[in-house]
């Protein structure tokens, strides 16, 4: 099942990427493009040019999960192409984003941490 825990990292790619690319083409994409660990817990997040296919890849224990999520209506709200080829978001951004919302809602409530609190 898609992990959800807080300590997860979420990697969003910036580029479209090819939909028809499984498993193997996306572990390659991490581990080339991306110069990360396709291995390790954090979550990899892909979306096709028209922004209505979503892909995850995540790595469980002894093999990947591979998630695809194809919208009927509407496009996902993903954040136009920059010079990096992936943005850091949290979990919560990543259901936002999951939902049909954008990244960067600016009515939601701020994360508050005991440092912010004293």
Same mark, same amino acid.
């Given at each position: 099942?898609?992990?959800? @825990?807080?300590? &997860?990292? &979420? ?5 479209? !990427?090819?939909? %028809? =690319?499984? /498993? ?5 994409i991490v581990q080339m493009? +991306? *110069? *990360?660990? $396709? +291995?390790? @817990?954090? *979550?990899? &997040? +892909?979306?096709?040019?028209? %922004?209505? =296919?979503?892909? /995850?890849l995540q790595w469980e ?7 695809? =999520? %194809?919208?009927?209506? #509407?496009? +996902?709200?993903? $954040? ?5 080829? @992936? /943005?850091? /978001?949290?979990? %919560? ?6 939902? #049909? *919302?954008?990244?960067?809602? =600016? ?8 440092? !912010? &609190?004293?």
């Open positions: 099942m898609l992990n959800r @825990t807080s300590s &997860v990292q &979420v990697y969003l790619s910036t580029k479209s !990427t090819d939909m %028809r =690319k499984s /498993i193997d083409g996306l572990a390659a493009s +991306f *110069l *990360l660990d $396709p +291995f390790s @817990t954090s *979550l990899f &997040v +892909f979306c096709n040019r028209a %922004r209505n =296919k979503l892909k /995850i224990n002894n093999g990947f999960w591979l998630y695809y =999520k %194809r919208l009927e209506k #509407g496009k +996902f709200h993903w $954040p136009e192409e920059n010079n990096s080829s @992936t /943005i850091n /978001i949290s979990q %919560r951004e990543l259901n936002w984003l999951l939902d #049909g *919302l954008e990244l960067e809602q =600016k009515h939601a409530h701020k994360k508050v941490t005991a440092s !912010t &609190v004293i």
